[in-house]
């Protein structure tokens, strides 16, 4: 969150791992080779990662001015992947749309209309729903 707020940057040396750790763990348990806990299925963490992803590429090429760079795209993979494993189809979609929701509050407070980091928004966005979802589930 630091790199993307200070300097509009999320270097490949914090994404690209993250990526690979959960799209590597999805595969992993969809080939029987690691035990999987919970009720949501590794096709379905893996197809959360993706959407996110394509939703931040997508959104990218048709709104030019609000793009999301490289960088949050790949931590749109992991977490996309991350909010499914919690909650499926409805984490990932809320998890999108409070990141977008955070980041227009932010880009609102600090007056900015471009350049507003998206990472921060997205990480927080993905903490707040599962965070939710754990605490609902352990009542």
């Known amino acids: 969150m630091w790199f993307d707020a200070n300097k509009s940057l999320i270097p490949n040396i914090l994404s690209l791992p993250a990526v690979a750790v959960t799209w590597g763990s999805c595969g992993l348990i969809g080939l029987g080779l690691v035990d999987h806990v919970g009720t949501i299925d590794h096709s379905a963490q893996v197809l959360g990662g993706l959407a996110w ?3 931040v590429v997508a959104s ?5 001015r609000h793009a999301a760079g490289a960088g949050d795209a790949k931590l749109a993979g992991s977490l996309g992947v ?3 494993s919690c ?4 984490a990932v979609f809320f998890s999108v ?3 977008g929701l955070l980041a227009a509050l932010y880009a609102a ?3 900015r209309r471009r350049d507003v980091p998206q990472g ?3 990480v927080m ?4 729903v599962t965070m939710y979802l754990f605490a609902e589930n352990s009542l």
């Open 53 to 55: 992803w394509l939703i």
């Open 60 to 64: 990218g090429g048709i709104f030019r």
């Open 82 to 84: 991350l909010a499914a």
């Open 87 to 90: 909650g499926g189809v409805m």
């Open 97 to 99: 749309m409070m990141s």
């Open 109 to 111: 407070a600090v007056g």
């Open 120 to 122: 921060p928004a997205m």
């Open 125 to 128: 966005a993905t903490t707040l």
